[in-house]
C-alpha cells in the first residue's frame, strides 16, 4: 500500500517570501500522479498542482512550483512571493495511474501542513 | 456549471440515527467518491463509484452504504451513526479516467455525532 508523508505539521511564511513544504511518499509502482491540494479555512479542497512520474520536468503553476525527486521519492512544493490568501492547510496526495486494482482512483493523502503567512 | 455540490453543510445526529448526506456534480463526470477527513490523518476514501449503478469499497467503508443510481447523484448513507463517524465529509467526482483525470472536490459537510 502507499503512504504519503508531510512531516511539518505546521509552517509560517512572511509576505513575499518563500517557502517549501516537504512530502515523501512509499510505493513500488513506477507510474503515479502526485498531486498538491489547499484547503482554505473555507475547507474547499482546491488543486494547485499535479506531477506526473513520468515526467522528469518539474511541475509549474505561476507562484507554485514543485521539486519532484522520483528516486528518493520526495515532492515538495515551493510558493513564491507568498501572499496572504496563501494561508491555508496544504496536501500532498498520491494517485496511482493504473486503472484496475482495489480503490480505483483513490487518492492517498498526507496528514497536511498549517501555512500561516505574516504582514 | 456548479461544479460538485453537497448538502449539507453542517448535520449533528444522535448516536443510532440515520441520515444521507447527498452528492451531485453536473460535469457529466463518470467517477465520483466520498472521503472522510479527520484531524491529523488527511482524507480517506470511504466508497467510490466508476459510472451509474456501479459502486465499490474504499478504505474505509464501514458503517456507510452508497448507491449511484444516475450520473449526476451519488448519495453517502449512514445507517446507524456513531461518534466514531464524527468527521468531515468531502465528495469527489472527475471524468472516467480517474488515474489520469483531475478530481474536483465538494466544498464538504461537517458531521457530529452525539
Known amino acids: 500500500a502507499q503512504t504519503v508523508t508531510q512531516s511539518q505539521p505546521e509552517m509560517s511564511v512572511q509576505e513575499a517570501e518563500t517557502v517549501t513544504l516537504s512530502c515523501t511518499y512509499d510505493?513500488?509502482?513506477?507510474?503515479?500522479?502526485l498531486f498538491w491540494y489547499k484547503q482554505p479555512p473555507s475547507r474547499q479542497m482546491i488543486l494547485v498542482i499535479r506531477?506526473?512520474?513520468?515526467?522528469?520536468q518539474n511541475a509549474t503553476e505561476n507562484r507554485f512550483s514543485v521539486n519532484f525527486q522520483k528516486a528518493a521519492k520526495s515532492f515538495s512544493l515551493k510558493i513564491s512571493d507568498s501572499q496572504l490568501g496563501d494561508a491555508a492547510m496544504y496536501f500532498c496526495?498520491?494517485?496511482?495511474?493504473?486503472?484496475?486494482?482495489?480503490?480505483?482512483?483513490?487518492?492517498?493523502f498526507g496528514q497536511g501542513t498549517i501555512l500561516t503567512v505574516h504582514p | 456549471n456548479a461544479g460538485v455540490t453537497q448538502t449539507p453543510k453542517f448535520q449533528v445526529l444522535k448516536t443510532g440515527q440515520s441520515m444521507t448526506l447527498q452528492c451531485a456534480q453536473d460535469?457529466?463526470?463518470?467517477?465520483m467518491s466520498w472521503y472522510r477527513q479527520d484531524p491529523g490523518m488527511g482524507l480517506r476514501l470511504i466508497h467510490y463509484?466508476?459510472?451509474?449503478?456501479?459502486?465499490d469499497q474504499g478504505e474505509v467503508p464501514n458503517g456507510y452504504n452508497v448507491s449511484r443510481s444516475t450520473t449526476e447523484d451519488f448519495p453517502l448513507r449512514l445507517l446507524s451513526a456513531a461518534p466514531s463517524q464524527t468527521s468531515v465529509y468531502f465528495c469527489?467526482?472527475?471524468?472516467?479516467?480517474?488515474?489520469?483525470?483531475?478530481?474536483?472536490f465538494g466544498p464538504g459537510t461537517r458531521l457530529t455525532v452525539l
Open positions: 469527489a467526482s472527475s471524468f472516467g479516467r480517474p488515474y489520469t483525470d483531475t478530481q474536483y
Open positions: 510505493t513500488s509502482e513506477s507510474d503515479y500522479y
Open positions: 506531477q506526473e512520474a513520468y515526467k522528469q
Open positions: 496526495a498520491y494517485r496511482s495511474a493504473h486503472a484496475g486494482g482495489t480503490s480505483y482512483g483513490k487518492l492517498t
Open positions: 460535469m457529466n463526470h463518470e467517477y
Open positions: 463509484s466508476v459510472g451509474a449503478g456501479i459502486t
